[in-house]
């Protein structure tokens, strides 16, 4: 029921910047206003959690994107993820993710990602170098 809808991916040269958004339907009060978050995955490498936001607005930061990168909510309750001064090694799948809870931890992002009930298809980023 709960659908997520990724958007902005695209390539671009190290050092640029990208814009991910995140739109959902079919949300819950657990996910409106809830625990949500951007994992990544490259073919051949493990899934890896990038951020994480909850109803606090308590942010989680995966530590390659220290400095980086920015998670937040729009208007319209639109996940956005901020990703500037990207290198190659950020090439990866992003994907949006909704748990079926009000509040995230720091571990969700040390995870696989099993937590997150919900998943969108994904958006794929190119940093060419």
């Known amino acids: 029921e709960v659908h997520l809808v990724e958007s902005g991916g695209g390539s671009v040269q190290a050092g640029g910047s990208l814009t991910l958004s995140c739109t959902g339907s079919g949300f819950t009060q657990y996910n409106v206003n809830g625990c949500m978050g951007w994992f990544r995955q490259a073919p051949g490498k493990r899934r890896e959690g990038v951020a994480t936001l909850d109803r606090d607005d308590d942010k989680y930061y995966a530590r390659f994107t220290e400095g980086r990168f920015t998670i937040s909510r729009d208007a319209g309750n639109t996940l956005v993820l901020q990703m500037d001064n990207l290198r190659p090694e950020d090439t990866a799948r992003y994907y949006c993710?909704?748990?079926?809870?009000?509040?995230?931890?720091?571990?969700?992002?040390?995870?696989?990602?099993?937590?997150?009930?919900?998943w969108g298809q994904g958006t794929q980023v190119t940093v060419e170098p």
């Open positions: 993710v909704a748990a079926d809870r009000f509040y995230c931890q720091r571990w969700f992002l040390e995870d696989d990602g099993s937590y997150f009930a919900h």
